[in-house]
């Protein structure tokens, strides 16, 4: 049984930090792709960054302006999401999401398995 768990979220300052991890049981997930997706209110959900099997990274959105980046950890299997200059658009639920796919899409719908989210509020 594949879980995936979040956590790192929070309340944070403008201009402060975050590292949000998803711990993943089940899975390598250097077999897999994993993403991270952002719901803020009143809006659908959106790819932020994932990481595919081998390493290849896609920052969509803001992401790509450096302010958050993705990495992974084999050894722990976890995958980081690290926000930088935190601005209160981050605000919104944190899903981290995998798919075994060989394909790393930007498509929620894509990925069979999900976390249940950690919050991040930015103010």
């Known amino acids: 049984q594949v879980q995936l768990v979040e956590s790192g979220g929070g309340s944070a300052e403008v201009g402060g930090s975050l590292k949000l991890s998803c711990a993943a049981s089940?899975?390598?997930?250097?077999?897999?792709?994993v993403g991270w997706f952002r719901q803020a209110p009143g809006k659908e959900r959106e790819a932020v960054a994932r990481m595919s099997r081998s390493g290849g990274i896609t920052l969509s959105g803001d992401s790509v302006n450096g302010r958050l980046s993705i990495s992974r950890d084999n050894a722990k299997n976890t995958v980081y999401l690290q926000m930088n200059s935190l601005i209160p658009e981050d605000t919104g639920m944190y899903y981290c999401?995998?798919?075994?796919?060989?394909?790393?899409?930007?498509?929620?719908?894509?990925?069979?398995?999900w976390g249940q989210g950690t919050q991040v509020t930015v103010s």
């Open positions: 089940g899975l390598p997930v250097s077999s897999a792709c």
């Open positions: 999401a995998a798919t075994t796919g060989w394909l790393c899409p930007s498509s929620g719908a894509a990925f069979a398995y």
